[in-house]
């Protein structure tokens, strides 16, 4: 949107005397408003933040996490984070909220056409390249932490193998941020596997709730390798040694009667 994901804040401006011995969200709020001409947010897309979260060790900085909502619908990956001293002052906003999400916007941004059963249908069909009918997907009646639980109703194949959820889908209604709009959007995440495989990969999805179009896709599933320089023998085993002078195990004696080498 032309806009700053990062902003550092000049140091040293002291906070006004109205907000001494203030929280930390309404410090924050303060320093949102004082900066909000950064983001083009006008008074009314501010009204819509609130704080979600409060990051504070009892030391070092302090981070305060604002979310937007329209008509009780949050916004996803529009948050913004405003990093402080104990003091309060100042030191980096990061993200950034929509101007779009202002009070009564969803009267303009049309409704949830396509079924939260439909959502994750369309979601699968993006990971394995096959029709899934959203009557394959059934809602299991059972909500947790603001999220709606799927399951399936009847199999799913792709070619010969049967797909499984390893745990049910959730679900929930959101404003997915585009430039200038908000979309009326699904958040899913499923854990599909291959019903005997012993393993399964995790995605989260944010499904267009007009169309069913692919506006996110996200593999949760993370792996990581890496290449590690120890000392070792050369040849045979290749056994780690305990450095790089001396080899000191296992022990001589077997026993924790503090003998070292040499």
Known sequence: RGTPTFFWAQRGVPLPAALAGASSE????????????LWGLTPAALKTARPVLVHDTGRGGIIVVFRQK????ELVHSDMKVLMLRTGELVAISGGLHPSAIAGAEKKLGGFGVSSAGAVARSLEDVFGVSVAA????????????????????????GSDEIVLERPARIKKVYYPMPGT????????????????????????????????VLM??????????QYRV???????????????????PHPTGTPDL???G
Do not use: C
């Open 259 to 261: 003998t070292i080498s």
């Open 231 to 249: 000392w070792a023998s050369p040849a045979g085993d290749k056994m780690y040694a305990d450095g790089p002078l001396e080899d000191f195990n």
């Open 182 to 213: 908000l979309v009326p959007a699904y958040y899913v995440e499923i854990q599909p596997g291959k019903a005997g495989a012993p393993d399964s990969d995790m995605f989260a999805y944010a499904i267009a709730a007009d169309d069913g179009r």
């Open 70 to 73: 329209v008509g009780g619908v």
């Open 26 to 37: 309404r410090i924050a709020t303060h320093h949102l408003q004082a900066h909000a001409s």
């Open 217 to 226: 896709r996200r593999d949760l599933t993370a792996a990581d390798s890496f």
């Open 135 to 158: 009557n394959k997907i059934a809602d299991t009646k059972k909500s947790k932490a603001g999220y709606h639980l799927f399951g399936r109703k009847s199999p799913v194949k792709v």
